[in-house]
């Protein structure tokens, strides 16, 4: 079915070691409609390799950005050249899990008022070993603030605008991801969940990642921060702007509140 393909965009700067990877990946999935690698002014191998991987199959395509603009750019501008019915993100040197897009897709397919779904992550070392142990209460946040594991309509990813590309999450600890998933969360709803693992995340030494767990204390059933910057504290710099992207998101979906607020009365008058 034409309307179950998936574009999938991946984003890349000086990644040419681990691109091939992640693109095979891909390339194993049902559903996919095409792969588009977006080479972020990379100074390493990543334009020839993602090239060279063109060669593999007439899906892949890839776009080089005018200047760098970070993950949150580089997937926007890779989205700009999207034509699936479905949008999905994978960073270059992560990859999917067989059946991802399957899974995930289906699951959209068979829900009409569904338009984003996530699916579980697993997440290992440099050689392959798992991170975490099954229970682990960071996996829940690690998952939510993740755009990877995530495939979400395509008309509904240009209608909320894509992902923020605010200064602010150009600094060190980010912060687009959370800002976009929260904006999925609260517009798009129902959010779509898979607790299976579609995707896997390889950690490497000064990641986003690596930092959170080096920055993180696991007691029982919850989990705190060691410590915290200026930026990330409540109310700080990163929270801020997450408030103003939500801010700004909201119009677009007004209509769609009062719609939704319109056929809850109606439910309760028809109820009585």
Known sequence: MIDSLVSVVIPCFRQGDTLERAVRSVLRQAYLHEIIIVDDCSTDSTRGVAEALCELDPRIAVFSTPENRGPAGARNFGAMFATGHYLAFL???????????????????????????KSGIEYVDEMGIPLFKPGDPRLDALNFSSSSNIVIVTEAFLK???????????????????????????????????????????????????????????????????????AQNPGGSLDQAIDRFLAEVEPRFEDEAKRRKAASSTAVVDGG
């Open 91 to 117: 960073d270059a040197d992560d990859e999917y899990l067989d059946d991802f897009l399957k899974m995930t897709v289906k699951v959209l397919e068979g829900r009409e008022d569904m338009r984003a779904i």
């Open 160 to 230: 909320l605008g894509g992902f923020p590309e605010y200064r602010e999450f150009r600094a060190e600890h980010g912060g687009e991801d959370v800002a976009f998933n929260k904006a999925v969360a609260r517009f798009l709803e129902p959010l779509g969940r898979i607790d299976e693992a579609g995707y896997r995340c390889w950690n490497r030494s000064g990641s986003h990642l690596d930092r959170f767990i080096q920055n993180t204390v696991v007691d029982g059933e919850k989990f705190s921060f060691v410590s915290l910057t200026e």
